[in-house]
């Protein structure tokens, strides 16, 4: 069975400063990985999605994620927060007709 | 551009009522789902519909129906709610199994 493990419930961080949230996959075949953040009170937005090719894949807003396979994870970062990144970050596999199997997310909070 | 859209956006009900959710994309989508998000957590799939005419559970299905009334329209049902079923609501759709999903704004119900 497929699985996601976000080990932070939740992160703080400076702002300006650099951010890395973690994620780890379980995934019988090649995984097709996904980061969605969500705003208060919103839906899901995809950040950036990971298929197959370079390991090292760019998003939106600044974000971008590294797959490593030898160690089953899928780390999202960005070089500097803004205010505006607070939010809640979901890291997702899917590659079955079973839709996405979801990590149980991080907070992110962002201090002055 | 709409996407995919729910409603209602907000509902109450009393336990023992019921009720329908709805859901429509015009992404002209094969594959749709009903996730359900929870405090601590993420989200947990309900059902799915990977194409027109077909419906399967998911991780989360006892309580629930489904129905694909065609390809944009993919509904959620509550026979008879119970507080367990408070919850917020995500619709999301998706081209294949190997593509990335479109959530809706969701449906955050209360069972009282």
């Known amino acids: 069975a497929q699985s996601v493990t976000q080990p932070d419930i939740h992160i703080t961080v400076s702002e300006g400063a650099s951010l890395e949230l973690r994620c780890n996959y379980s995934y019988g075949a090649t995984p097709y990985l996904f980061w969605y953040v969500q705003s208060p009170g919103q839906g899901l937005q995809l950040l950036l999605k990971y298929f197959s090719g370079d390991t090292l894949v760019q998003g939106i807003k600044g974000f971008e994620a590294e797959f490593k396979r030898s160690q089953s994870s899928f780390n999202l970062r960005k070089p500097s927060v803004h205010w505006s990144d607070a939010a809640e970050y979901f890291c997702?596999?899917?590659?079955?007709?079973?839709?996405?199997?979801f990590g149980k997310g991080t907070h992110l909070i962002i201090q002055p | 551009n709409a996407g995919v859209t729910q409603t209602p956006k907000f509902q109450v009900l009393k336990t023992g009522q019921s009720m329908t959710l709805q859901c429509a994309q015009d992404m002209n989508h094969n594959s749709m789902y009903w996730y359900r998000q929870d405090p601590g957590m993420g989200l947990r799939l309900i059902y799915y519909s990977a194409s027109e005419g077909t419906t399967d559970k998911g991780e989360v299905p006892n309580g629930y129906n489904v129905s694909r009334l065609n390809k944009r329209e993919f509904s959620l049902r509550l026979e008879s709610a119970a507080p367990s079923q408070t919850s917020v609501y995500f619709c999301?759709?998706?081209?294949?199994?190997?593509?990335?999903?479109?959530f809706g704004q969701g449906t955050r119900l209360t069972v009282v």
């Open positions: 999301a759709s998706r081209v294949t199994r190997v593509t990335e999903a479109f």
């Open positions: 997702a596999v899917g590659g079955g007709a079973d839709g996405l199997t």
